[in-house]
């Protein structure tokens, strides 16, 4: 028996009670992704572009304890200015609950309170994956196990170009989540259009997405289903430039001893000050475009359901 804090905005609860579209959103994109305040720009323009497209954004975060599906304005303007917002994995999700505490929810989080929620398809910018060196660090993102456990269809740009895509991929394919390239057979690389690694199958309409991830789930499989959505082109920024800030990342990440939870946002912004800003640019016009798709697959299963 489902027992979670569930806090269910009133506009999601109507648009569910009505068979209606909703698309989860997380929340670490927000807290921890973006500075100030493009952060609140950027996720206020994604609940939009989700309702411009057919369906209700659920952007979705812990608040004194409660998990929050939905949130009001007020509410996501403190999840982008709360310097005390915790980042919130699978692990953490019961302290927070349990002290009452105020956390951005990660892709794996998101999963867990989007499947607790009933909602079955979530918008994030890149996956988690395994990240380079993990031979040595077994840095292994948790967003990987969850998409092995967690029937949520995760529209992204791929996984973080900071990460090992192969290993990441290989990951996947041992857990058995089936990843859907669209509008390319290749796997995206979040601010890179293309990794050089396949994707297992590529679909680019919205209903015929749908179908695969009705299927999977009707045959008893129920893991997540990644669908990669690469970044437009105007704004996709080439590999081996990409590369080159990249290293430069990692090494002083390295240097200063970085590793964990806090590897991730501290690549993205160390690339962020690499790049002059042309980085967070593409972070926003990606997560802008997998808010479109992603409110299409969710228009595409709320039609099958």
Same mark, same amino acid.
């Given at each position: 028996?489902?027992?979670?804090?569930?806090?269910?905005?009133?506009?999601?609860?109507?648009?569910?009670?009505?068979?209606?579209?909703?698309?989860?959103?997380?929340?670490?994109?927000?807290?921890?992704?973006?500075?100030?305040?493009?952060?609140?720009?950027?996720?206020?323009?994604?609940?939009?572009?989700?309702?411009?497209?057919?369906?209700?954004?659920?952007?979705?975060?812990?608040?004194?304890?409660?998990?929050?599906?939905?949130?009001?304005?007020?509410?996501?303007?403190?999840?982008?200015?709360?310097?005390?917002?915790?980042?919130?994995?699978?692990?953490?999700?019961?302290?927070?609950?349990?002290?009452?505490?105020?956390?951005?929810?990660?892709?794996?989080?998101?999963?867990?309170?989007?499947?607790?929620?009933?909602?079955?398809?979530?918008?994030?910018?890149?996956?988690?994956? &395994?990240?380079?060196? *993990?031979? /040595?660090?077994? @840095? +292994?993102?948790?967003? %990987?196990?969850? $998409?092995?456990?967690?029937? =949520?269809?995760? &529209?992204?740009?791929? *996984?973080? /170009?900071?990460? @090992? +895509?192969?290993?990441? %991929?290989?990951? $996947?394919?041992?857990?058995? =989540?089936?990843?859907?390239?669209?509008?390319?057979?290749?796997?995206?690389?979040?601010?890179?259009?293309?990794?050089?690694?396949?994707?297992?199958?590529?679909?680019?309409?919205?209903?015929?997405?749908?179908?695969?991830?009705?299927?999977?789930?009707?045959?008893?499989?129920?893991?997540?289903?990644?669908?990669?959505?690469?970044?437009?082109?105007?704004?996709?920024?080439?590999?081996?430039?990409?590369?080159?800030?990249?290293?430069?990342?990692?090494?002083?990440?390295?240097?200063?001893?970085?590793?964990?939870?806090?590897?991730?946002?501290?690549?993205?912004?160390?690339?962020?000050?690499?790049?002059?800003?042309?980085?967070?640019?593409?972070?926003?016009?990606?997560?802008?475009?997998?808010?479109?798709?992603?409110?299409?697959?969710?228009?595409?299963?709320?039609?099958?359901?």
């Amino acid at each position: 028996m489902n027992t979670a804090p569930l806090l269910i905005a009133p506009e999601v609860a109507a648009a569910q009670a009505h068979g209606q579209a909703v698309v989860a959103l997380e929340s670490t994109i927000i807290a921890h992704g973006m500075p100030w305040p493009e952060n609140l720009h950027t996720a206020q323009a994604v609940e939009q572009v989700v309702r411009e497209h057919g369906a209700v954004p659920a952007t979705i975060a812990l608040l004194d304890g409660q998990i929050c599906i939905g949130l009001t304005p007020e509410q996501l303007q403190q999840v982008a200015q709360d310097p005390g917002m915790m980042k919130a994995s699978r692990r953490d999700l019961g302290f927070a609950v349990a002290m009452r505490r105020n956390a951005a929810t990660t892709v794996s989080a998101t999963m867990i309170c989007a499947h607790l929620g009933g909602i079955e398809v979530f918008v994030t910018g890149g996956i988690g994956g &395994v990240h380079r060196e *993990a031979s /040595s660090t077994f @840095d +292994i993102s948790a967003d %990987l196990q969850e $998409l092995a456990r967690t029937p =949520v269809a995760v &529209v992204c740009a791929g *996984a973080k /170009s900071i990460l @090992d +895509i192969g290993l990441t %991929l290989e990951y $996947l394919e041992t857990q058995g =989540v089936p990843v859907i390239s669209r509008g390319q057979a290749n796997f995206a690389a979040f601010y890179t259009q293309d990794s050089g690694f396949a994707a297992d199958q590529r679909i680019d309409s919205a209903a015929d997405q749908a179908r695969l991830i009705r299927a999977h789930w009707q045959l008893g499989l129920n893991s997540g289903v990644v669908l990669s959505n690469p970044i437009p082109d105007a704004d996709a920024i080439a590999r081996a430039t990409m590369d080159g800030w990249i290293t430069q990342a990692l090494a002083d990440a390295r240097a200063q001893g970085i590793s964990g939870k806090a590897s991730t946002p501290f690549l993205l912004a160390r690339i962020k000050e690499l790049s002059a800003g042309v980085s967070l640019k593409a972070n926003q016009a990606l997560v802008l475009h997998n808010a479109r798709v992603g409110a299409e697959l969710a228009v595409a299963m709320a039609a099958q359901r």
